[in-house]
């Protein structure tokens, strides 16, 4: 797969790649993944390599300038197959798991981190094929945005992680919260960790997971849960899960 990003910052999102799993992964000879950066400053015909200016109409910040964009688009759509151009804005589909599992299987695409103010529209309006925003909240750029998609996207990249399993394994990859996790020492500060996750039983140890899951999306993402049709194995498990926590059974 192969990412694009646009950026005046590049050192920004670069930074965060050049380390952790995803970056061993990008950095393989046999790499999975690419990612290939993009300045629009590199595209503006400016002597002071400006891509904004004041916005029509008035108001406060600067938005970026059409030309250098779209200039930019066009070398990108030279080189190599377009890809999907997604703008990272408030206005977009929010992100989330099933979306990022929607972008690993496209074979390249752009994503575009504003500043200031914006885009041009007249740019979003030619040249982006998708917007997606991360939450309602603002943000100085989309690079921090692009960072978290990339992020979240490469590592459902078959050879990205060391563990194949471990995507799989993930939070929100079965559409609940993940379970909690324990590790050595057993004993540690007078706490030991659950007796069933010792026992070397590995379909009770399974069962035990997924109650855990169930139950704590039933009290941290009851919206989550609200979505889902559970069977009567699930409904079972999460109904003891809350038995066993005191708090009775979903209504």
Known sequence: MRIDIITIFPELVRHWFDQGVVGRALAKNDAPASLHYWNPRSYSDDRHQRVDDRPFGGGPGMVMQYEPLARTAAAINADGDKPLHIYLSPQGTTFNHELAAELARKPRIALWCGRYEGLDQRFIDEHIDAEISIGDFVLSGGEIAAAIIIDAVLRLI???????????????????????????????????????????????????RLKQALGRTFLHRPDILNQLELSDAQQKLLNEFLTEQHLGEPS
Do not use: Q
């Open 158 to 208: 078959p050879g990205v992680l060391g563990d194949a399993a471990s995507a799989a394994e993930d939070s929100f990859h079965h559409k609940l919260l993940d379970h909690p996790h324990y590790t050595r020492p057993e004993n540690t500060a007078k706490i030991r960790a659950p007796e069933i996750l010792l026992s070397g039983n590995h379909a009770l140890i399974a069962r035990w």
